[in-house]
């Protein structure tokens, strides 16, 4: 549902976009539509969003917004990333309400997975 002035959509980069695809379906399941070879849309991500062509990063170090992930399982959600080809760029950690850790998809965008279960 749309909801005025709430955040409703997100994109990221993406030099390779049929690995974020592969990648993000394998990791999460995550569903694509593809509207042309320069943009793909996912869906049942928990918000939807998209990925363009570019050679550009999302990153914390170059100031970019972290998008965090929740996980019942942090230990299992980590096999699953660094299994679909995604690479921990800082392990697992604790922080007031729980654990997180953050990884690089294989175009090297960082994004995080936190949980609240021990």
């Excluded at 070879?37 to 050679?55: C, R, T, V």
């Excluded at 970019?64 to 760029?89: C, D, F, H, P």
Aim: charged residues 20%; negative net charge; aromatic residues 16%.
């Amino acid at each position: 549902m749309n909801e005025h002035e709430k955040i409703n959509y997100v994109e990221f980069p993406a030099t390779d976009i049929e690995a974020a695809k592969a990648f993000f379906s394998a990791a999460f399941g995550w569903s694509f539509t593809d509207y042309g070879p320069e943009y793909s849309a996912f869906s049942h991500a928990g918000l939807d969003g998209g990925f363009f062509k570019s050679d550009m990063i999302a990153s914390t170090a170059n100031g970019s917004a972290l998008i965090v992930l929740y996980s019942k399982n942090l230990e299992r959600t980590q096999i699953n990333i660094e299994s679909a080809g995604g690479s921990v760029i800082r392990p697992p950690f604790a922080f007031p309400g729980g654990r997180r850790f953050h990884f690089a998809d294989p175009n090297g965008n960082e994004y995080a997975v936190w949980s609240d279960r021990p």
